[in-house]
């Protein structure tokens, strides 16, 4: 079955680590997107890519960074500089063009204490 | 510039009983219109998308939702919903002209809660 997969499904860090949430999908697609889902907020971009070994910043990518080494792959790291990092990340990819909707993968709670 | 606001946080109706969540969009560009589900701790799932021709969209589960130009809108109706229908609905925008990926603009979501 193609999909995209995102793990780990809950992750736990302390104040002032890196952590990395993964990405993978096997839709072929070209385009990945990550977004951020907060309460009562709806779903807003950190960062996307269209095409491997390129990446572009989306509305608050401040304090987080990816990488697309891999058509398959688009990890997110969210850094110490993110301020306020407990939410629930979402992973997306589609194909080129906008009339292509995007397809989800089951999301990371990440909470940091 | 695009935005999208969905009227409704919460939407509280009986089994059985048809439904609207509504949907406007503001945007100086032509757009496609899209509705998303989400089920609690899940990721979303696309109910249907609107990018030309006839102005009634029909989706997966029963879903169906009217494009009208003039007021903006893009509601999504259900004429009879079910328990299962209980879930987290996002209405989205894109430009018709992104370039090479979908810029999806989401609203805030609307909350249905289907009681028995």
């Known amino acids: 079955d193609g999909g995209i997969t995102q793990s780990p499904k809950y992750l736990f860090r302390k104040e002032g680590q890196n952590v990395t949430l993964s990405c993978e999908q096997n839709?072929?697609?070209?385009?990945m997107y990550w977004y951020r889902q907060d309460p009562g907020q709806g779903l807003r971009l950190i960062y996307y890519?269209?095409?491997?070994?390129?990446?572009q910043k989306g509305d608050i990518a401040e304090g987080y960074s990816v990488s697309r080494e891999k058509k398959e792959s688009f990890p997110l790291t969210v850094t110490s500089a993110q301020k306020n990092p407990t939410a629930f990340y979402l992973c997306a990819s589609s194909k080129s063009g906008g009339s292509y909707e995007q397809y989800f993968g089951p999301g990371t709670r990440l909470t940091v204490t | 510039a695009q935005s999208v606001t969905q009227l409704d946080s919460q939407v509280p109706v009986f089994e059985e009983a048809p439904v609207e969540l509504r949907c406007n969009y503001s945007s100086s560009v032509s757009v496609y219109l899209f509705w998303y589900v989400q089920y609690p701790n899940q990721g979303l799932q696309l109910l249907l998308k609107?990018?030309?021709?006839?102005?009634l969209v029909k989706g997966i589960n029963g879903f169906e939702a009217e494009f009208n130009k003039s007021q903006t809108s893009f509601h999504l109706r259900k004429p009879s919903v079910h328990i299962s229908d209980t879930a987290e609905y996002f209405c989205?925008?894109?430009?018709?002209?992104?370039?090479?990926?979908?810029?999806?603009?989401f609203g805030a979501g609307t909350r249905l809660a289907v009681h028995p």
């Open positions: 839709l072929n697609h070209d385009a």
């Open positions: 989205a925008v894109s430009p018709s002209f992104s370039g090479g990926y979908n810029k999806l603009i």
């Open positions: 890519s269209q095409i491997v070994n390129d990446f």
């Open positions: 609107y990018l030309s021709g006839s102005t």
